[in-house]
């Protein structure tokens, strides 16, 4: 076990624990964008900026990134942070002057005018959309391409994906909204994927639900489980569960 | 070939290739490097062994494409040896002359000879130019005598021999101490102390080990690593082998750019010859020790020259830095300990073997051992690659070395550090360059790029030039370096188009510490460098920019405007002739005019007036 000081109370982790993960152990909430506990950290938002005490020399580092030492002291609120994060979200504002996230952030440390010239972005690249199609449903549909200021996050040659499943992993990950779902008759679409796909019918109910390519997908990946189970919505599903174990209480 | 397998059959070897070569034959060594192909030197080449041919002389000449000896400004460059006598800017038309005069009658071309622009005297040998004078040609210097695609010339001046001391005597823990010892640190910008790093790698837990060579130069105005590896691609390969020994790796790579084709080309070479003779590959020298090298093409991206950033690009991911709370010696190429070392740093570490630790911390400054390879260029008079001991200061590289400033201009500053380097001004000049000095006035050492300025360069067009290149270079994953160095520019594009305002300069100042404090990797910590620097030493000129609108050298265009002189004036026409907007009116003989609505001040006419009648303000 380690132990640090955050923002003067000493808190004991496993070693492997980011900064992040340590503050939040002992209740002390670090604003992040880019990270999510199921994936591996970035690092690319810088939100989670802090102050880093180690060995007597003092240094910004992101909370998510910096794994929880021996002796290190922690300041997630000092001067220096915040004025290195208020200059980060003036930044991210300037870039997303209309996602609401990115405005409540900001409101937040005091900000509600960037003094940049204003874009008009959805998108702040952090990656969580990659990185959750990559690391969690392993299809990496989509990637980042392009450097510096022409970065973005596109399927490869900027054409409909013949890997993504439409799970909407992404669009349930991204912070901002940037990534919208259509649910139209039977078709999925995720038009910043050029994502159309056919779902399928509910073998109860008969309303589409899921992908067929992403229950083909599911399929192969869970032998075990009934056929039956990957025809019927989620919904009847529930429904269908619930009937059982209310029979079964009514017979016991 | 017979694989070699121990110290004395290599020193057999090597006398055997210098038995077979005539000492006292002439030999004509020709530059091959980039800046002489530049020059066409390849026709040289040609027209060499044609005439060579044609007069019978096959028997009793040789000849000899090497790599880049470094004179760039004075290419095609050609050595005659014994004698080591210097023709510069030969051309295909020279070359029947030269084999019927100076090789067959020793007699001397004086104007292919440099003329030293100081004294104006011809100078027949190439170590008494002025130029290569007060270099200190350690790794660089073998460039000039060998032919890069050929090991037995390598071998000839001792090559592999450092490898043989190493694997018949000295136990790596010995290797990474007298690494250490020497001081040497890595040239590729960091500066980390070699033979620490190869400590760490070492000691570090994990199976396999890499060693890695980065050759991802890609700072503009920059080739030294580039003619390291094309012209003595084995001192590479050969510190490479070395490292990998002391460090306990059996695989390496070399991460080249593929935009350095003749790199590539020599390296791939090399590796071929360094595995036919048991340097490289299995059982190197019987020793039992395996390593092999495989050459990586990179796409060009300037940010894959960041360690983690190249690591990823190697393992077939987006070339994009992560965060390096562990250190790449720890967990670096495929999560296992990896030593990346430059090119530069890996050509020293056979000298240092061969000639020691001891003599080795005598050259150079408290901290900074060794010599160091500047590409100098801009606004100097013999652009080229400079090999100088460390602590030797800006002024001699710049005016002993370097010939001083073209065309009588003034000196105005040096970028050292590349893009994220810093400009130095004149106060400075006397700055013995070594990495503490030349971080401590606010710029660095890089890999040794050195652009010198004159009195006509724009300071804040400077900062904005090398900032729109780290705009485009930048990988864009974290938000500090993408976006503050995008809204740096916007402010820096403005003050240089007379929309500056108060408070720009406080601003890019503030940007400039948050994008150094909270990027994620080397290259958004020190892109703010070139704007920092400037601020530090030319606030004036901003000032000028914002506060007068006006551009104080005459190069932002929208601050600027051309007129001209009637008193000046002769009415030749000549502007007015070429001016593209046909801004300029005038009858001949009488004083012309420009039209300041028409004019888009690109500058023909200033470039044209042979009266010096156009004024710029």
Same mark, same amino acid.
Request: proline letters at 4%; charged letters at 30%.
């Given at each position: 076990?380690?132990?640090?000081?955050?923002?003067?109370?000493?808190?004991? @982790?496993?070693?492997?624990?980011? @900064?992040?993960?340590?503050?939040?152990?002992?209740?002390?909430?670090?604003?992040?964008?880019?990270?999510?506990?199921?994936?591996?950290? =970035?690092?690319?938002?810088?939100?989670?900026?802090?102050?880093?005490?180690?060995?007597?020399? =003092?240094?910004?580092?992101?909370?998510?990134?910096?794994?929880?030492?021996?002796?290190?002291?922690?300041?997630?609120?000092?001067?220096?942070?915040?004025?290195?994060?208020?200059?980060?979200?003036?930044?991210?504002?300037?870039?997303?002057?209309?996602?609401?996230?990115?405005?409540?952030?900001?409101?937040?440390?005091?900000?509600?005018?960037?003094?940049?010239?204003?874009?008009?972005?959805?998108?702040?690249?952090?990656?969580?959309?990659?990185?959750?199609?990559?690391?969690?449903?392993?299809?990496?549909?989509?990637?980042?391409?392009?450097?510096?200021?022409?970065?973005?996050?596109?399927?490869? =040659?900027?054409?409909?994906?013949?890997?993504?499943?439409?799970?909407?992993?992404?669009?349930?990950?991204?912070?901002?909204?940037?990534?919208?779902?259509?649910?139209?008759?039977?078709?999925?679409?995720?038009?910043?994927?050029?994502?159309?796909?056919?779902?399928?019918?509910?073998?109860?109910?008969?309303?589409?639900?899921?992908?067929? @390519?992403?229950?083909?997908?599911?399929?192969?990946?869970?032998?075990?489980?009934?056929?039956?189970?990957?025809?019927?919505?989620?919904?009847?599903?529930?429904?269908?569960?619930?009937?059982?174990?209310?029979?079964?209480?009514?017979?016991? | 070939?017979?694989?070699?397998?121990?110290?004395?059959?290599?020193?057999?070897?090597?006398?055997?290739?210098?038995?077979?070569?005539?000492?006292?034959?002439?030999?004509?060594?020709?530059?091959?490097?980039?800046?002489?192909?530049?020059?066409?030197?390849?026709?040289?080449?040609?027209?060499?062994?044609?005439?060579?041919?044609?007069?019978?002389?096959?028997?009793?000449?040789?000849?000899?494409?090497?790599?880049?000896?470094?004179?760039?400004?004075?290419?095609?460059?050609?050595? +005659?040896?014994?004698?080591?006598?210097?023709?510069?800017?030969?051309?295909?038309?020279?070359?029947?002359?030269?084999?019927?005069?100076?090789?067959?009658?020793?007699?001397?071309?004086?104007?292919?000879?440099?003329?030293?622009?100081?004294?104006?005297? &011809?100078?027949?040998?190439?170590?008494?130019?002025?130029?290569? &004078?007060?270099?200190?040609?350690?790794? +660089?210097?073998? !460039?000039?005598?060998?032919?890069?695609?050929?090991?037995?010339?390598?071998?000839?001046?001792?090559?592999?021999?450092?490898?043989?001391?190493?694997?018949?005597?000295?136990?790596?823990?010995?290797?990474?101490?007298?690494?250490?010892?020497?001081?040497?640190?890595?040239?590729?910008?960091?500066?980390?102390?070699?033979?620490?790093?190869?400590?760490?790698?070492?000691?570090?837990?994990?199976?396999?080990?890499?060693?890695?060579? !980065?050759?991802?130069?890609?700072?503009?105005?920059?080739?030294?690593?580039?003619?390291?590896?094309?012209?003595?691609?084995?001192?590479?390969?050969?510190?490479?082998?070395?490292?990998?020994?002391?460090?306990?790796?059996?695989?390496?790579?070399?991460?080249?750019?593929?935009?350095?084709?003749?790199?590539?080309?020599?390296?791939?070479?090399?590796?071929?010859?360094?595995?036919?003779?048991?340097?490289?590959?299995?059982?190197?020298?019987?020793?039992?020790?395996?390593?092999?090298?495989?050459?990586?093409?990179?796409?060009?991206?300037?940010?894959?020259?960041?360690?983690?950033?190249?690591?990823?690009?190697?393992?077939?991911?987006?070339?994009?830095?992560?965060?390096?709370?562990?250190?790449?010696?720890?967990?670096?190429?495929?999560?296992?300990?990896?030593?990346?070392?430059?090119?530069?740093?890996?050509?020293?570490?056979?000298?240092?073997?061969?000639?020691?630790?001891?003599?080795?911390?005598?050259?150079?400054?408290?901290?900074?051992?060794?010599?160091?390879?500047?590409?100098?260029?801009?606004?100097?008079?013999?652009?080229?690659?400079?090999?100088?001991?460390?602590?030797?200061?800006?002024?001699?590289?710049?005016?002993?070395?370097?010939?001083?400033?073209?065309?009588?201009?003034?000196?105005?500053?040096?970028?050292?550090?590349?893009?994220?380097?810093?400009?130095?001004?004149?106060?400075?000049?006397?700055?013995?360059?070594?990495?503490?000095?030349?971080?401590?006035?606010?710029?660095?050492?890089?890999?040794?790029?050195?652009?010198?300025?004159?009195?006509?360069?724009?300071?804040?067009?400077?900062?904005?030039?090398?900032?729109?290149?780290?705009?485009?270079?930048?990988?864009?994953?974290? $938000?500090?370096?993408?976006?503050?160095?995008?809204?740096?520019?916007?402010?820096?594009?403005?003050?240089?188009?007379?929309?500056?305002?108060?408070?720009?300069?406080?601003?890019?100042?503030?940007?400039?510490?948050?994008?150094?404090?909270?990027?994620?990797?080397?290259?958004?910590?020190?892109?703010?460098?070139?704007?920092?620097?400037?601020?530090?030493?030319?606030?004036?000129?901003?000032?000028?920019?914002?506060?007068?609108?006006?551009?104080?050298?005459?190069?932002?265009?929208?601050?600027? $405007?051309?007129?001209?002189?009637?008193?000046? #004036?002769?009415?030749?026409?000549?502007?007015?002739?070429? #001016?593209?907007?046909?801004?300029?009116?005038?009858?001949?003989?009488?004083?012309?005019?420009?039209?300041?609505?028409?004019?888009?001040?690109?500058?023909?006419?200033?470039?044209?007036?042979?009266?010096?009648?156009?004024?710029?303000?």
């Amino acid at each position: 076990m380690i132990k640090l000081i955050i923002d003067d109370k000493e808190v004991e @982790v496993r070693e492997g624990t980011s @900064v992040l993960e340590a503050a939040k152990k002992i209740g002390i909430e670090i604003p992040t964008l880019c990270y999510h506990e199921a994936l591996a950290p =970035y690092g690319a938002c810088r939100v989670c900026t802090v102050e880093i005490i180690r060995k007597g020399r =003092y240094g910004l580092s992101t909370a998510c990134t910096y794994p929880a030492q021996e002796g290190i002291e922690v300041k997630t609120n000092s001067e220096k942070v915040k004025k290195a994060r208020k200059l980060i979200l003036e930044m991210l504002l300037a870039r997303c002057p209309h996602v609401k996230k990115i405005r409540d952030l900001a409101r937040e440390v005091g900000i509600e005018k960037p003094r940049f010239k204003l874009d008009n972005e959805e998108c702040i690249l952090c990656g969580l959309c990659v990185r959750v199609c990559e690391e969690i449903v392993g299809v990496s549909a989509i990637g980042f391409v392009s450097r510096g200021t022409k970065r973005e996050v596109t399927t490869p =040659y900027k054409i409909n994906s013949d890997v993504c499943l439409g799970c909407g992993a992404c669009a349930a990950l991204c912070p901002t909204g940037a990534i919208k779902i259509e649910d139209i008759e039977d078709l999925r679409k995720i038009p910043l994927w050029h994502t159309e796909l056919k779902r399928k019918k509910c073998r109860v109910c008969g309303e589409f639900f899921a992908p067929e @390519v992403e229950i083909d997908f599911l399929k192969k990946k869970n032998t075990q489980i009934l056929e039956e189970f990957f025809e019927t919505c989620p919904d009847c599903r529930r429904k269908e569960l619930g009937n059982k174990i209310g029979g079964k209480i009514c017979q016991g | 070939m017979k694989k070699i397998k121990t110290a004395k059959e290599l020193e057999d070897i090597r006398k055997s290739i210098l038995e077979k070569r005539d000492t006292n034959r002439p030999c004509i060594t020709i530059c091959g490097g980039t800046g002489c192909r530049a020059y066409a030197c390849e026709k040289v080449i040609t027209a060499f062994g044609a005439e060579i041919k044609k007069q019978g002389l096959e028997a009793k000449v040789d000849i000899r494409v090497t790599g880049c000896h470094g004179f760039c400004e004075r290419g095609p460059l050609v050595v +005659f040896h014994p004698e080591e006598i210097f023709y510069q800017q030969v051309t295909p038309e020279d070359v029947p002359e030269i084999v019927s005069e100076t090789i067959m009658q020793n007699r001397i071309i004086e104007r292919l000879l440099y003329t030293d622009p100081a004294t104006n005297k &011809k100078i027949k040998y190439e170590n008494e130019i002025p130029f290569y &004078k007060k270099q200190r040609r350690l790794v +660089f210097g073998n !460039n000039g005598k060998i032919d890069p695609t050929d090991i037995t010339d390598y071998m000839a001046i001792g090559g592999y021999s450092s490898l043989a001391k190493v694997l018949f005597g000295i136990s790596p823990q010995e290797v990474i101490e007298e690494i250490t010892k020497s001081g040497l640190r890595g040239r590729g910008g960091g500066g980390f102390l070699t033979g620490r790093k190869w400590h760490y790698c070492r000691s570090a837990h994990g199976n396999p080990k890499y060693v890695i060579c !980065n050759a991802d130069e890609g700072d503009p105005g920059a080739y030294m690593d580039r003619s390291l590896l094309e012209g003595n691609p084995h001192s590479v390969l050969e510190g490479m082998i070395i490292g990998a020994w002391a460090i306990g790796a059996n695989e390496g790579y070399i991460y080249v750019r593929n935009e350095y084709p003749l790199a590539v080309k020599h390296a791939g070479i090399a590796i071929k010859q360094a595995e036919k003779y048991g340097f490289l590959g299995k059982n190197i020298f019987d020793s039992g020790f395996n390593f092999t090298i495989e050459i990586n093409r990179g796409g060009g991206a300037f940010v894959c020259g960041e360690s983690t950033a190249l690591m990823a690009s190697l393992e077939g991911k987006v070339g994009e830095p992560r965060a390096k709370h562990i250190h790449t010696v720890e967990s670096g190429l495929r999560e296992k300990p990896t030593n990346l070392n430059n090119v530069e740093t890996w050509a020293n570490v056979p000298l240092i073997i061969a000639r020691g630790a001891d003599w080795y911390s005598k050259i150079g400054t408290k901290e900074s051992k060794g010599t160091k390879i500047f590409s100098l260029v801009g606004k100097i008079k013999n652009t080229g690659l400079v090999e100088v001991p460390m602590g030797i200061t800006l002024r001699e590289i710049i005016y002993d070395i370097g010939g001083g400033i073209p065309n009588g201009k003034k000196f105005k500053a040096v970028q050292t550090g590349g893009p994220s380097g810093g400009c130095i001004p004149e106060e400075l000049i006397d700055l013995p360059v070594d990495f503490e000095e030349l971080t401590r006035v606010g710029s660095m050492m890089g890999s040794g790029g050195m652009i010198v300025m004159d009195e006509d360069t724009c300071m804040v067009d400077v900062a904005k030039y090398f900032l729109s290149f780290l705009e485009d270079e930048s990988c864009g994953k974290c $938000t500090s370096c993408r976006e503050g160095i995008k809204r740096m520019l916007e402010i820096l594009t403005n003050i240089t188009e007379g929309k500056g305002k108060e408070g720009d300069i406080e601003l890019l100042e503030e940007l400039a510490a948050a994008v150094a404090n909270t990027s994620l990797c080397a290259l958004g910590g020190t892109a703010p460098n070139p704007v920092l620097s400037t601020i530090r030493y030319f606030r004036d000129k901003y000032e000028a920019h914002i506060r007068d609108k006006k551009c104080p050298a005459g190069v932002c265009r929208q601050l600027i $405007t051309y007129s001209i002189d009637e008193e000046a #004036c002769r009415g030749c026409l000549a502007c007015k002739k070429l #001016c593209p907007q046909e801004a300029i009116t005038g009858e001949k003989k009488e004083p012309h005019y420009i039209n300041q609505d028409k004019c888009i001040k690109c500058g023909v006419c200033l470039e044209t007036c042979k009266f010096d009648a156009i004024r710029v303000e």
